[in-house]
């Protein structure tokens, strides 16, 4: 399927690794999922050279995602070697935050723009059990790293699932006072990991219905604005007075295919054009051998096999979200 017209693939979501220090509900089972070899994960050196290909290809937007992309040793020096790539404008990091304490700074120097935080609960026992084993106040410590070293705007990344309704209160305050932006995300059924029935997860309509609820007991209305400096899909409202927006990704119940931006490449060489799709180039060798000529050819072989409609494609996929970058 063509991309609708005008549209363009602008958008580089890069895994810097499959390795997580979570084992969250609905993105691994318990005993994790194998990690792939060291031997066959990219550089950085290799990753910075995919990029100068993809920029010639229209890429001008990175994100790096993992696994938790901040358990890999050296990911500001990764960040420096991307900054200094002609034509990127903007790069982001999608992290759980734990680790941002130590590292905030760092990237920030480095030239990373701003960063998603995963926090799905406000409760540190639900939040220790959906993530098992991890930590709520680690993660708002990686909130409050992120605000200091003005890695702006700082998004909070919330899976919708049926416990959020009675925090939902709770994730509107945080929005009051500081510019805190909590994006809704409907559970997304990659790779056969986490819930498998349809009553595991919220829909973007039932979260904005209590969210209306709540306007009408005093909030206000709750009313549509412009995307804080954002790249994806997102939908975002703000209620009267707060510094901070809600957002929403509708990503199963109100699917974005025609508007998608974007590539993926995972941490071990493949190069995906669809999150709900197992189709994947692999570029390890050519970008290994510094084949500059062979990966803009497999770049483009990827964009004229992307689809603009996940109903195109058949059922599940085979790997999961920290296996492919999200």
Same mark, same amino acid.
């Given at each position: 399927?063509?991309?609708?017209?005008?549209?363009?693939?602008?958008?580089?979501?890069?895994?810097? =690794?499959?390795?997580?220090?979570?084992?969250?509900?609905?993105?691994?089972? *318990?005993?994790?999922?194998? %990690?792939?070899?060291?031997?066959? +994960?990219?550089?950085?050196?290799?990753?910075?050279?995919?990029?100068?290909?993809?920029?010639?290809?229209?890429?001008?937007?990175?994100?790096?995602?993992?696994?938790?992309?901040?358990? !890999?040793? $050296?990911?500001?020096?990764?960040?420096?070697?991307? !900054?200094?790539?002609?034509?990127?404008?903007? +790069?982001?990091?999608?992290?759980? $935050?734990?680790?941002?304490?130590?590292?905030?700074?760092?990237?920030?120097?480095?030239?990373?723009?701003?960063?998603?935080?995963?926090?799905?609960?406000?409760?540190?026992?639900?939040?220790?059990?959906? =993530? #098992?084993?991890?930590?709520?106040?680690?993660? %708002?410590?990686?909130?409050?790293?992120?605000?200091?070293?003005?890695?702006?705007?700082?998004?909070?990344?919330?899976?919708?699932? *049926?416990?959020?309704?009675?925090?939902?209160?709770?994730?509107?305050?945080?929005? !009051?006072?500081?510019?805190?932006?909590?994006?809704?995300?409907?559970?997304?059924?990659?790779?056969?990991?986490?819930?498998?029935? *349809?009553?595991? =997860?919220?829909?973007?309509?039932?979260?904005?219905?209590?969210?209306?609820?709540?306007?009408?007991?005093?909030?206000?209305?709750?009313?549509?604005?412009?995307? *804080?400096?954002?790249? $994806?899909?997102?939908?975002?409202?703000?209620?009267?007075?707060?510094?901070?927006?809600?957002?929403?990704?509708?990503?199963?119940?109100?699917?974005?295919?025609?508007?998608?931006?974007?590539?993926?490449?995972?941490?071990?060489?493949?190069?995906?054009?669809?999150?709900?799709?197992?189709?994947?180039?692999?570029? #390890?060798?050519?970008?290994?051998?510094?084949?500059?000529?062979?990966?803009?050819?497999?770049?483009?072989?990827?964009?004229?096999?992307?689809?603009?409609?996940?109903?195109?494609?058949?059922?599940?996929?085979?790997?999961?979200?920290?296996?492919?970058?999200?």
């Amino acid at each position: 399927m063509n991309p609708p017209e005008g549209q363009m693939v602008d958008y580089l979501r890069l895994s810097v =690794t499959d390795r997580c220090n979570y084992r969250c509900v609905y993105c691994m089972p *318990p005993e994790g999922v194998p %990690f792939i070899p060291h031997e066959q +994960i990219l550089s950085y050196e290799d990753m910075a050279f995919f990029v100068r290909a993809a920029v010639e290809m229209g890429i001008s937007k990175l994100r790096l995602t993992g696994g938790e992309p901040l358990v !890999r040793k $050296g990911v500001p020096d990764l960040v420096a070697l991307l !900054r200094a790539i002609p034509g990127i404008k903007g +790069i982001s990091l999608t992290t759980n $935050g734990v680790l941002l304490p130590r590292f905030a700074d760092a990237l920030k120097a480095a030239g990373l723009d701003r960063v998603n935080i995963s926090i799905d609960t406000l409760d540190p026992e639900c939040y220790r059990s959906l =993530t #098992r084993g991890g930590s709520l106040e680690a993660a %708002f410590a990686g909130v409050e790293a992120a605000l200091r070293a003005s890695l702006e705007p700082v998004k909070l990344n919330v899976v919708m699932m *049926p416990a959020l309704l009675p925090e939902l209160p709770g994730f509107v305050t945080l929005t !009051r006072d500081r510019p805190l932006h909590v994006r809704f995300i409907e559970w997304m059924p990659v790779g056969g990991c986490g819930p498998h029935s *349809p009553v595991d =997860t919220l829909t973007k309509t039932e979260v904005m219905a209590a969210l209306e609820e709540l306007g009408a007991l005093g909030l206000g209305e709750l009313r549509p604005v412009e995307s *804080p400096e954002g790249w $994806g899909p997102a939908h975002y409202y703000r209620f009267p007075g707060h510094l901070g927006t809600l957002g929403f990704i509708g990503s199963v119940s109100d699917h974005f295919c025609g508007e998608c931006n974007r590539l993926r490449l995972t941490a071990d060489g493949r190069l995906k054009n669809c999150l709900f799709s197992d189709h994947e180039i692999d570029i #390890r060798d050519a970008v290994q051998a510094r084949d500059r000529v062979e990966v803009l050819a497999l770049i483009q072989e990827s964009l004229e096999a992307k689809t603009f409609d996940k109903n195109l494609l058949p059922g599940r996929t085979t790997r999961g979200m920290s296996q492919v970058g999200g």
